[in-house]
């Protein structure tokens, strides 16, 4: 047989299937497996503008194409079988409203790359902060996360200062990594070994 791409065999079967849809929780959030049910939900919140300031992604153009981008998310993986795709919707444990997401590429011969977003009306209460450390001991102790990594626009202090709370450390600048909103973008790459970061949390209890 030729032209396939072999899934890693830790990947394989029914019951790690079933894993990737747990819900996680924090003492304030509920961390869901984002679905298409989500869609109806997501659809106005992602239309606010200043999610976009520092990506060159806009707004998803109609209802129906979220709902079908959120389908093919939710096969959880790469039509190949060598990444997963794990993106989890964020919700207040209490109140049950939408406060964000947080996105997980996990390859298996590379770092995970983690991506955020939280909806501007719940900025600077430390949501991403807590999400993300949150998926990120679930990677760690479920799928074996070795490292991650993430790409920052140069003008995003904010995403700049979480990554940091996180204990990620800036690796590279890549000058006009790209071009959106009429202007161009230089790209911080930052990395974090799954070592460093379960250390911290030890030494800072209160941060898982």
Known sequence: ?????????????????????????????????????????????LGDARLYTHIPQEPPPSLDVLRERLALLSTRRSPQGDELWLNWVVRDAREGALLGRVQATVRADAPCYLAYEVFPAHWRRGIAT???????????????????????????????????????????LRANADRFKGRASDEWMLRLDAADFVRGCVASPASR
């Open 130 to 172: 807590e999400a993300c450390r949150r998926a990120m001991h679930w990677l760690i102790d479920e799928l074996q996360v070795e490292q991650f990594t993430a790409e920052v626009d140069s003008l995003n202090t904010a995403s700049l200062r979480l990554l940091q709370r996180l204990g990620f450390r800036r690796v590279s």
């Open 1 to 45: 047989m030729t032209g396939a791409v072999a899934m890693p065999r830790a990947w394989q079967g029914d019951a790690f299937s079933a894993a990737l849809e747990t819900v996680l929780h924090t003492p304030r959030l509920r961390l869901e497996p984002q679905r298409p049910e989500h869609a109806d939900a997501l659809f106005s919140l």
